[in-house]
């Protein structure tokens, strides 16, 4: 099941600290659950599916796919929402609050509250983010800190 949030591409794939093959685990009913070692990425996905079976997996793999946004679809959907993506100058990626994920393939969103940045989630596109920013501030917060940018 591929991913644009996990630094491997792959859900439940993560790489070991030291660099030394990958870890698989899964969330089961709001715990962690380790699967196994494996030493590439694409070893522990097929790990990752087997454990969760053939129509689980596929299915994991459809939402997934589905899951991502291009940056055509996350402008319609902001505005069918009324809501104003947030764009920036000060930003590398163009949106407020949407970074360049270091640690994988696409974008961290985050938001700064009483002094500390809170998490709202990861994305494939720039787009995808500011729409998730967007929708964190609201209709009307959205579109006054787009007038203000």
Do not use: P, W
């Amino acid at each position: 099941v591929r991913s644009s949030r996990s630094s491997s591409g792959f859900e439940g794939v993560c790489a070991k600290s030291k660099g030394r093959g990958f870890n698989v685990t899964r969330r089961r009913d709001g715990r962690t659950q380790h699967i196994g070692c494996t030493a590439t990425a694409e070893e522990g996905a097929l790990l990752y599916a087997r454990e969760l079976g053939t129509e689980a997996s596929a299915a994991a793999a459809a939402a997934a796919a589905a899951e991502s946004m291009t940056a055509a679809e996350a402008e319609q959907a902001a505005a069918a929402e009324g809501l104003t993506l947030v764009r920036s100058s000060r930003s590398s990626t163009g949106f407020e609050g949407v970074y360049a994920n270091s640690k994988c393939i696409g974008f961290v969103v985050g938001r700064r509250v009483d002094g500390r940045t809170r998490h709202i989630g990861c994305t494939a596109t720039a787009e995808e983010g500011a729409l998730l920013y967007a929708r964190e501030l609201g209709t009307e917060a959205s579109a006054a800190a787009a007038a203000a940018a």
